[in-house]
T-cell receptor, first 115, second 111 residues
């Protein structure tokens, strides 16, 4: 059974703290993604990665960075958390795009509250 | 950028009734994904459509991609309480499996 695991389901952090959200997939997928989900705005892509040590900005990268040192792990970093980063964060992974009709799998989500 | 409009935004149906959710794109769809989400949880993959006219079914859920590839519909037959949740469509932007999502349709099924 495929699995995308996000290490923390619920976090409460203070403004200015450095926050790490971890995501691990066990399917040997090349592609990994971080989205955030907000009411009325839907899911928006923050960053994605096609391979180890590779990363590209999505639609809303400001205030975030990512790290992919190993194929199975993709970390989202909030260098200095702010209240407008309070949100639900979702990690996803997929096989490479050359694989036709591939499925994109999502994790359970991480609820982050910044106070 | 591509935009996806889902309709309706919310839906309440009685158990046993059929329903349809629509997803309309401002651009040609290269791949259209349907997901279900329980509030506060992750997305569960339902189906993915790529070809114009394609139709896929899983249990009581059928999804279609129209011939012009700018609209998809999700149809649930004989709805059950287990169908309740938020249904999201996501469009592949044409490379790299990056998805643009609609804002979702919230479905409630009443006994």
């Amino acid at each position: 059974d495929v699995k995308v695991t996000q290490s923390s389901r619920y976090l409460v952090k203070r403004t200015g703290e450095k926050v790490f959200l971890e995501c691990v997939q066990d399917m040997d997928h090349e592609n990994m993604f971080w989205y955030r989900q907000d009411p009325g705005l839907g899911l928006r892509l923050i960053y994605f990665s096609y391979d180890v040590k590779m990363k590209e900005k999505g639609d809303i990268p400001e205030g975030y960075s990512v790290s992919r040192e190993k194929k199975e792990r993709f970390s989202l970093i909030l260098e200095s958390a702010s209240t407008n980063q309070t949100s639900m964060y979702l990690c996803a992974s997929s096989p490479p795009t050359r694989v036709s009709g591939n499925t994109i799998y999502f994790g359970e989500g991480s609820w982050l509250t910044v106070v | 950028s591509q935009e996806l409009e889902q309709s309706p935004q919310s839906l309440i149906v009685q158990e046993g009734k059929n329903l349809t959710i629509n997803c309309t794109s401002s651009k040609t769809l290269y791949g259209l994904y349907w997901y279900k989400q329980k509030y506060g949880e992750g997305l569960i993959f339902l189906m993915m459509l790529q070809k114009g006219g394609e139709e896929k079914s899983h249990e009581k859920i059928t999804a279609k991609l129209d011939e012009k590839k700018q609209q998809s519909s999700l149809h649930i037959t004989a709805s059950q309480p287990s169908h309740a949740g938020i249904y999201l469509c996501g469009a592949d932007r044409g490379g790299g499996n990056k998805l643009t999502f609609g804002t979702g349709t919230q479905l409630k099924v009443e006994l």
